[in-house]
Nanobody
């Protein structure tokens, strides 16, 4: 079993920065890739970014490419999402997810373990 816990959400002004953290624990040997997703009120959950634990591969949604950076600290079993140049449309609950395959995926159905989410609000 794997536990996933997000933190770091909050209120930020447009143009500002925020760093989200995703701590994992449990049977980590089974994990090979992590992803960040977000869900705004009244909208479907959407892919934000993904990384494999080796750090060799990353993927981003077009809407965040160049502004957000996903990274991982293997020693701390933690994945980060650095959000820069935040926009009001980035407002959402951000979820961290883990999957066993090392292949990156943008589909939420491909991820097995999920955190409870952390709220990010960007004010204009």
């Amino acid at each position: 079993q794997v536990q996933v816990v997000e933190s770091g959400g909050g209120l930020v002004q447009a143009g500002g920065s925020l760093r989200l953290s995703c701590a994992t624990s449990g049977s980590l040997f089974s994990l090979n890739a992590m992803g960040w997703f977000r869900q705004a009120p009244g909208k479907e959950r959407e892919f934000v970014a993904a990384i494999n634990w080796s750090g060799a591969s990353t993927d981003y949604a077009g809407s965040v490419k160049g502004r957000f950076t996903i990274s991982r600290d293997k020693g701390k079993n933690t994945v980060y999402l650095q959000m820069n140049s935040a926009k009001p449309e980035d407002t959402a609950v951000y979820y961290c997810a883990a999957r066993m395959s090392a292949a990156l995926s943008t589909a939420s159905s491909h991820y097995t373990y999920w955190g409870q989410g952390t709220q990010v609000t960007v004010s204009s």
